[in-house]
Structure formats: C-alpha cells, structure tokens
C-alpha cells in the first residue's frame, strides 16, 4: 500500500513568514493555529494549501523533518499559473490563516540505501532539498545533481553546500541539458535514485534507469505524463454507503461520484497528488496516475479516482 494515509489531516495554519529564496521562488512558512505542533512528516512529503479563491494546490515540504513547529514550502511563481502560484505570489500576506491538508508522502526516502542519488530541475529541488537534509543528519552516503536555467534561478544552496552537490547551469553549459542518462547509468546498481523536475528531464531519468530494480528508482511529476483518459462503461460500488454507481463512458469515477453527490477531496485531477486516492475492496482498477509505483498498482490496494478507471465490470471501494 501507498505510504500516503488514504485519510490527510486538515488543520488552521497561519502563514508566518516569507522569504526570497531564488529569483521568482519564495519560501512560505506555516505555524500552527492551535497547539504546539504540526502532524509529522517525513522527507519528500507535501501539503495541500487550501487558498482563499477555491483553488487546493500541493507544495513539496522543504524543512527539516524532525521540524513540527512549522512547515515551509518552496513555490515558485509559474507564468503560466492557472490561479495557485500567482495567487500565493500576489495575494498572500504573513498573518493569513489557511486550511492545510497532509502531509502526505509519495516520494518517501529510503533511509537504508547504501548510497542515494537525488537529481533536481528547477523547483523540483524543494523534495530534493528535503531528502539530504535528511540523510546529512543521518551521515548517509549520498550526491546531489541540481539544474537550473541560470544561476539565479537556485536555490537552497546554503542547505545543499557540502552535500556532494553538483550544479548544473544551463546558461554557463552553451544551454545543454543535465546530462541525466550518464548520470543514472554511473550510478551503482544497488543506489536509490530520486528525480524531481520538469517533464523532459523525469522522462530522461525513466529511461535511464529502465533496467534498474523499481523498488530503486523515485521519481516525482508536478505534471501528468500524458492526458487522463476516461473510458468507462463499469459499476463502482461504494461499500460504506451501500449505493452503486454506473460510470458511464467518457466520465470519470471522480467526475460521476460528483454527479452523485458524493463527495470525495481531489485536487490536481491528473493523478499526481494523490488527495483523490481510495482504498479498493474487490476489483482490479485500471491505473492511469503517475504516482503510484509498479509494486502498488500490482497490488491493487488503492487507487487514483480522478483518472483510473477499472478492467472488471465491478469495482467495489472503501467510500
């Protein structure tokens, strides 16, 4: 099963601090509203922030995980946001209070590995910042490869010094690319490797590492790899609520538990959050998320209502 709790925890935050981390990135920290202490985390977790103008969007932790007095997340302002990032940039003020929701981890580090790679392009360096704070504390073997477009785009520089970091400038490389493969294909067998980035550089990093164990290989897409799809055309059964319910082709099992009334926490709708994941009961879903590893669509635990769909006629969930 997922190492996400299928059930987030969702609390009153208040945002405390802001602070420049790289040219367009801000990092954002959150205290909690009542009591001493946040829910825990571990490396490479995220939360949810449940902004002011509806929209829930998910934000990788960046602090250290032994930390529960606050959370800091790193968000980079995306031109072509679609309301989260501009809205966090433009709107946000230190005092305001949130709804959060999480932690919740599918990115979790293996603290065991004999040695571990973390690759990171771009704003996806906050997991990846995260992870060797991490494994610094604990004196494990590990490397950092970090790429930005130029170098004022880094940051965490001060947490990754002297963590065997290697930065990749693209503008100060004739504007190559980090060269992924070399990098996955030097790395020892038995090595636990990590990826967070921009869709070119994870599909690099999966192609490299194809022929490696896949409980070894990590990876995190803030997109999906490729559009959901929805064919339909079975019954879910929701056990708790005792109804059934026909998805009909074209729709989604988020889009007609809506239609139903039932309400179920989703955000992205892509499958690469994973605040829509529920556990199943009977039936083999369909998996279309890009989040889950092999080893748990095999198992067919949980899965991704917003984009999977399902290979038997019935499929009976735990809603």
Request: with cysteine; net charge negative.
């Amino acid at each position: 099963m997922s190492s996400a709790s299928t059930f987030a925890t969702t609390l009153q935050a208040r945002l405390t601090a802001i602070r420049y981390a790289a040219e367009g990135i801000h990092l954002y920290e959150f205290s909690p509203v009542e009591g001493d202490a946040l829910p825990r985390f571990t490396a490479g977790a995220h939360i949810d922030l449940h902004l002011p103008n509806g929209l829930v969007r998910q934000y990788s932790l960046c602090n250290p995980q032994h930390e529960t007095h606050r959370y800091v997340v790193g968000i980079k302002r995306d031109p072509s946001s679609r309301g989260g990032s501009s809205y966090v940039h433009e709107q946000l003020r230190v005092g305001t209070v949130l709804r959060v929701g999480g932690p919740r981890n599918h990115f979790a580090l293996h603290e065991e590995a004999r040695h571990t790679v973390l690759v990171a392009g771009g704003i996806g360096v906050t997991p990846i910042a995260c992870m060797a704070q991490r494994l610094r504390e604990l004196g494990a073997s590990f490397e950092v490869h970090y790429s930005v477009r130029r170098r004022e785009d880094a940051a965490f520089l001060d947490v990754l010094a002297g963590a065997n970091l290697h930065l990749h400038v693209d503008a100060e490389r004739d504007n190559a690319p980090l060269p992924v493969a070399r990098i996955v294909t030097g790395a020892d067998h038995d090595a636990h490797l990590y990826c967070c980035g921009p869709g070119p550089m994870l599909d690099a990093f999966e192609a490299a590492a194809a022929g490696r164990p896949a409980g070894h290989v990590h990876l995190e897409r803030f997109a999906a790899a490729a559009p959901v799809v929805a064919d339909g055309g079975f019954t879910v059964q929701l056990a708790r609520a005792g109804r059934s319910i026909y998805i009909a082709r074209g729709c989604t099992i988020l889009d007609a538990l809506r239609d139903q009334g039932v309400s179920v926490q989703a955000s992205c709708e892509q499958g690469i959050c994973g605040s829509c994941e529920t556990r199943v009961l009977s039936g083999r879903p369909d998996h279309r998320d890009s989040l889950l590893s092999d080893e748990e669509k095999q198992a067919n635990q949980v899965m991704m209502v917003c984009c999977s769909g399902s290979k038997d006629p019935l499929l009976v969930l735990d809603l």
